[in-house]
């Protein structure tokens, strides 16, 4: 049978760019015991997945991606056959497999899905019922913890996990909700779209003073997905007490030369709980938190955004331009 696969052609030297991956047409044969083959319906572009395409990225457990092979990514889609001891035939599986059309899956990081369940569009899996939604979901109920009166600060506030975190920390009881982006027309559809007080964006001179401005009580909780030169300039303006659920360090993702902050006494200063979390850990708090997602969906309270780019072989393009803002 004949796949189509996206394959890391050369590591990218900064921000990735499309030329950086190659779409080809091979061949898949199986599955063998163990395996079972899988046809992917969607694939999502995660600006986290960058990390391991570096040299000598990852660890023991989760390598560095290999040049020339299939770019890891995460997928939903459904057991076509199977020689695996516990997945079915039929099954609709959530797994981090590659940038391909058919995978053989044995090991593999792999939750099977409700099959039963026709109301939820398989593509919420990977986005607000997945891996980025339920990382807003666990870093607020869990580290961040929002309370009446305070305010909420996100960066990344219009990316995956982002535009998700804004609308749970107003359900929590936030009084005031900030997003920080790097356009002024994304600020505007936080604002209109998903309920966000204000905007900051952080390409504008005078960074301060705009965080004066958006937050003139100080920030109890800045949702993080970015680190660097920005986790210093909010650092300046926390209360006694803030939380930072630390999700990621996307500003570290294309350099070789990460930018820490320097001002980290503000942590101590202010009492400030600072706290990183993995979501797929969690495994067995999914239920909790797609349960709850779903709830909020249900009632029109939180709503899902994506963007789409039609066949495996754009996923290049696609990936390229998560980090082209
Ligand atoms: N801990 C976990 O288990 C877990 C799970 C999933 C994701 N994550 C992490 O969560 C973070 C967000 O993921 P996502 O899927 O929401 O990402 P995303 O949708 O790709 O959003 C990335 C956004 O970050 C902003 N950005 C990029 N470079 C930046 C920089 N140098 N400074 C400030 N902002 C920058 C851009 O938005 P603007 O153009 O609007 O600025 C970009 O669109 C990532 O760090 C990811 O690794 C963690």
Same mark, same amino acid.
């Given at each position: 049978?004949?796949?189509?696969?996206?394959?890391?052609?050369?590591?990218?030297?900064?921000?990735?760019?499309?030329?950086?991956?190659?779409?080809?047409?091979?061949?898949?044969?199986?599955?063998?015991?163990?395996?079972?083959?899988?046809?992917?319906?969607?694939?999502?572009?995660?600006?986290?997945?960058?990390?391991?395409?570096?040299?000598?990225?990852?660890?023991?457990?989760?390598?560095?991606?290999?040049?020339?092979?299939?770019?890891?990514?995460?997928?939903?889609?459904?057991?076509?056959?199977?020689?695996?001891?516990?997945?079915?035939?039929?099954?609709?599986?959530?797994?981090?497999?590659?940038?391909?059309?058919?995978?053989?899956?044995?090991?593999?990081?792999?939750?099977?899905?409700?099959?039963?369940?026709?109301?939820?569009?398989?593509?919420?899996?990977?986005?607000?019922?997945?891996?980025?939604?339920?990382?807003?979901?666990?870093?607020?109920?869990?580290?961040?913890?929002?309370?009446?009166?305070?305010?909420?600060?996100?960066?990344?506030?219009?990316?995956?996990?982002?535009?998700?975190?804004?609308?749970?920390?107003?359900?929590?009881?936030? $009084?005031?909700?900030?997003? &920080? +982006?790097?356009?002024?027309? /994304? @600020?505007?559809?936080?604002?209109?779209?998903?309920? #966000? *007080?204000?905007?900051?964006?952080?390409?504008?001179?005078?960074?301060?003073?705009?965080?004066?401005?958006?937050?003139?009580?100080?920030?109890?909780?800045?949702?993080?997905?970015?680190?660097?030169?920005?986790?210093?300039?909010?650092?300046?303006?926390?209360?006694?007490?803030?939380?930072?659920?630390?999700?990621?360090?996307?500003?570290?993702?294309?350099?070789?030369?990460?930018?820490?902050?320097?001002?980290?006494?503000?942590?101590?200063?202010?009492?400030?709980?600072?706290?990183?979390?993995?979501?797929?850990?969690?495994?067995?708090?999914?239920? $909790?938190?797609?349960?709850? &997602? +779903?709830?909020?969906?249900? /009632? @029109?309270?939180?709503?899902?955004?994506?963007?789409? #780019? *039609?066949?495996?072989?754009?996923?290049?393009?696609?990936?390229?331009?998560?980090?082209?803002?």
């Amino acid at each position: 049978m004949n796949n189509t696969q996206v394959l890391l052609k050369r590591r990218p030297m900064g921000a990735p760019v499309a030329e950086d991956f190659e779409a080809v047409t091979t061949t898949i044969t199986g599955p063998q015991d163990g395996e079972a083959l899988i046809k992917n319906e969607y694939i999502s572009m995660d600006a986290g997945f960058r990390n391991w395409m570096d040299e000598g990225a990852g660890d023991a457990v989760l390598p560095a991606m290999a040049l020339g092979q299939p770019v890891m990514g995460l997928t939903v889609g459904r057991v076509e056959e199977s020689r695996h001891p516990t997945l079915r035939k039929g099954d609709l599986v959530m797994g981090r497999l590659a940038w391909e059309q058919y995978s053989l899956a044995g090991d593999d990081f792999l939750v099977v899905l409700d099959n039963q369940d026709n109301d939820t569009p398989w593509h919420y899996h990977l986005g607000i019922l997945g891996d980025t939604g339920m990382s807003a979901y666990f870093g607020l109920t869990d580290i961040g913890r929002p309370q009446a009166g305070e305010t909420v600060v996100i960066s990344a506030a219009a990316g995956a996990v982002g535009y998700v975190a804004g609308q749970i920390a107003r359900l929590m009881g936030a $009084e005031r909700v900030v997003g &920080l +982006t790097s356009s002024d027309a /994304k @600020g505007e559809r936080l604002k209109t779209e998903l309920g #966000y *007080d204000d905007f900051i964006n952080y390409r504008k001179p005078d960074l301060n003073q705009q965080f004066l401005n958006a937050c003139p009580k100080g920030i109890d909780v800045y949702f993080d997905n970015v680190g660097g030169p920005l986790l210093e300039t909010v650092l300046n303006h926390v209360n006694v007490g803030a939380r930072i659920p630390f999700c990621g360090a996307v500003a570290d993702y294309n350099t070789q030369h990460p930018q820490g902050p320097s001002n980290l006494f503000q942590i101590v200063t202010n009492s400030v709980r600072l706290q990183g979390f993995m979501t797929h850990l969690q495994l067995e708090r999914y239920p $909790e938190a797609r349960g709850q &997602l +779903t709830a909020w969906m249900k /009632k @029109g309270q939180i709503k899902s955004i994506t963007h789409e #780019y *039609d066949g495996v072989a754009q996923c290049g393009h696609a990936f390229a331009d998560l980090f082209s803002g």
